[in-house]
């Protein structure tokens, strides 16, 4: 019996229907997705703590204001993507809490990238631009998934994102056109992410967990894919505006199609989103705990000021 | 005066167990245009619902209203396709279903009439 639901279940998939929050699904599609999007909803609540370290240091009130605007996007999104991930944990008995708990405990990991350092304003254009380009394409790539929920909140998050795009290809371009120590800067802060960012689609083996991804179409893509597509879209701006890229060995080979490049260090960057161990990971999950744990009694507040109002 | 870590601990430990609603989320970009379903998101009342609805859903869009509902007090159909079942055709209810009079109102030398012409011809001074 439980084979025959599981039997029903995988045909949907493959007449392409999409799943909902209360339907019946098999405990190994709930457990993928909601790995995936309590990753993804946490990677946007952290991914804002490097550029918020920005709004303070941001050169003209302008870009103040829009830095302000694309963190307050991020943490919107980390709300938006919670509410679906809560709704895969609730029968599982996990409530937001808990999902939130799980990234002070280190349960959780969220994206290389955010545990990294951001000393210089060019550092915050090249996450804007290279990091959320990278994002981008990770998650418009996430658009056809099949789990319907996820993908109603990605459509709105990409839609989001286009202004993100633009922001940060604002910041490099002022950069590329300003003066030779403001494209150096530019050239040392993509010296500092480009292994990060080729690190960021993950490595290039389909994992089991990646197969399984693919056959509920919650995702449709190889990281190597997306990776692809990233270095033929991001390479020739990078080059255009007159970087370059700090791995002599990337070249595009024209018969296989494919770009070659330096791998990354998988092992070093895999520990880094494992055990926190990353330049800026502690600190950053120190703040996380703040706001979660000390903000706490604020939280608790609100629901008695309403049992006290009801009352 | 600063809590000390025991009665933060403690305010955690009571807070930790405070769960919120879930709201489902309707915004009305114009006078002309119905309520349109957007979103969920947790709130502690339906008034901070209503806060953060502005705050999640209308960071850039325009609109004019938003409704905040208690998830536990919608009402849907069924999972069942059966529900939405059309027992027989029912092009007659359609403009699809009287496409061939256009072709019928050309022997009397005269044009099928649409409704978005009548709207421009009312509209027009």
């Known amino acids: 019996m439980p084979e025959a639901r599981r039997e029903a279940f995988m045909a949907r998939i493959r007449r392409g229907e999409k799943i909902e929050a209360h339907d019946w699904m098999p405990d190994d599609y709930r457990l993928l997705l909601l790995r995936l999007i309590h990753m993804h909803a946490v990677s946007e609540i952290m991914g804002a703590y490097p550029e918020k370290e920005w709004v303070p240091k941001a050169p003209t009130l302008r870009r103040k204001m829009s830095l302000m605007a694309k963190v307050q996007d991020e943490i919107g999104h980390g709300q938006l993507l919670l509410r679906v991930a809560e709704d895969l944990a609730a029968p599982l008995g996990r409530d937001r809490m808990e999902l939130m708990d799980d990234v002070i405990t280190g349960r959780v990991k969220f994206h290389n990238v955010f545990h990294m350092e951001a000393p210089t304003w060019a550092d915050a254009g090249i996450i804007g631009w290279l990091v959320d380009g990278a994002a981008i394409i990770t998650q418009t790539a996430l658009l056809d998934c099949s789990y319907a929920p996820y993908a109603r909140v990605l459509k709105r998050i990409c839609a989001e994102e286009s202004f993100h795009m633009q922001h940060g290809e604002s910041i490099i371009l002022s950069l590329a056109e300003g003066e030779p120590w403001q494209r150096e800067m530019l050239q040392e802060a993509l010296n500092r992410w480009w292994e990060a960012i080729l690190f960021f689609f993950g490595p290039p083996v389909v994992t089991d967990a990646a197969r399984r991804m693919m056959e509920y179409r919650i995702r449709s893509r190889t990281n190597e894919e997306l990776r692809q597509k990233f270095l033929t879209r991001y390479v020739p701006r990078i080059r255009a505006v007159g970087l370059e890229i700090p791995d002599s060995a990337l070249r595009f080979d024209e018969e296989a199609g494919l770009w070659r490049y330096t791998e990354p260090d998988w092992e070093r960057w895999s520990r880094v989103v494992r055990e926190n161990i990353g330049p800026k990971s502690q600190e950053r999950i120190a703040l996380r705990r703040m706001a979660h744990q000390d903000q706490a009694w604020v939280r608790e507040a609100l629901v008695r000021a309403r049992t006290a109002a009801v009352v | ?125």
């Open chain 2, 1 to 125: 005066m600063a809590m000390t870590q025991v009665e933060k601990d403690q305010v955690y430990e009571r807070a930790r167990h405070t769960s919120y609603d879930v709201y489902e989320i309707f915004v009305q970009a114009s006078d002309l245009d119905p309520h349109v379903h957007v979103g969920s998101l947790l709130a502690p009342s339906p008034e901070w619902a209503l806060q953060l609805a502005r705050e999640n859903f209308l960071r850039r869009a325009d609109a004019i209203n938003i409704w905040a509902v208690r998830r536990s007090d919608v009402h849907a159909t069924p999972d069942d396709p059966d529900w939405f079942a059309r027992e027989f055709d029912r092009k007659y209810r359609d403009v699809s279903g009287y496409a061939d009079n256009a072709r019928r109102w050309k022997r009397f030398k005269a044009q099928a009439m649409n409704i978005d012409d009548v709207i421009a011809d009312v509209r027009k001074e």
